[in-house]
DNA sequence: CTTCAAATGTAGCCAGCGCTACACTTGAAG
DNA sequence: CTTCAAGTGTAGCGCTGGCTACATTTGAAG
């Protein structure tokens, strides 16, 4: 991914050039772009293994959104090459959707795991998961990883 | 904040009514409205701490957004009674708008505090809380807070 | 084979949040 | 008082992600 500074905002051109001052920012609306994308193949890879199919009606109402929406994203996940699909048929995941889906299951159990080993009650954990994983670094992933081992032990 | 359903998810009409079957994702979507406005505030806060006062191309060099997109958003706020301005005058939070910093500082040092004592470091954490803090329910909080709290004694 | 409900597709509207380009204000330096 | 750079405002564009309304396709029941 590019890194696009705009006109206003032309990072001090003092010295580095690497790593802009103070823009942490930045890195959340890039992430904020396939927050959307990685919840979908979550759910998708969940319908097909309950349902062994995965029909956009599904998925519309696992999102609480209308059936137009979860269309409109499906279409921006197939240009980008994470799902496959028919008109009026299934949808199935590309190997790249399944590549995301399987990681994105992976930051989820551990994020969920370690929040209820934290004493969160189950449900509340569920619903904090849903949103906090998109924001868990590797690092802090591997240290809840840690955490929860330490505490298995 | 009334509960808008689809058209086309309509929550089984079965019995209950009350807590939809699956929609953890519909409060995420809500949560998303206040996020950018919780960061908003925070930085305002920030900066007339350190500066004194609140300038708009000073918010949008923290965000690394043009100075066009940082006046709309604080539009957005004014329009919604979290900030106060005149035409290029300094930019000053409401009481209400004062209420929210306060609040997301506070969340926003337990989660950092508390991903420190997980062992992630500082710059992680850092970046890391930036994005989580808004995922993070109050029982979660209060379950950081504690496990803070046992690991000081 | 027909019918009909459910699923899917399409057109078009709105708001949020990015941007560039250009116009206007302000305030300090001359 | 003038000048000029920095800050601010405004017009207009693009993409994402919501929606309703309406059209089309599918597949099962008759």
Redesign the pocket.
């Known amino acids: 991914m590019i890194f ?1 500074t ?4 032309p990072m001090r051109k003092t010295t580095s050039q690497k790593k802009p001052a103070k823009n942490q920012h930045a890195s959340v ?1 890039e992430d ?2 396939t ?3 990685q919840d979908y193949v979550e759910a998708i890879d969940d319908l097909i293994r309950e349902d062994g199919t995965c ?4 998925i ?1 109402r696992r ?7 979860a ?4 279409a ?1 996940l197939k240009r980008d090459g994470l799902v496959e ?6 949808i199935t995941l590309t190997s790249h959707g399944k590549r995301m889906a399987q990681a994105a299951r992976r930051r989820h159990k551990i994020v969920l795991d370690f929040l209820i080993s934290l004493g969160v009650d189950e449900e509340t954990a569920a619903s904090d998961a849903e949103g906090m994983e998109h924001h868990v670094s590797k690092k802090t992933l591997a240290a809840m990883a840690r955490s929860l081992r330490r505490r298995t032990e």
């Open positions: 696009l705009p006109a206003d905002a609306r904020h772009a927050e959307l994308a029909r956009l009606i599904e519309a999102f609480a959104v209308s059936h137009v929406t269309n409109r994203t499906l921006r699909s028919q008109p009026y048929g299934p």
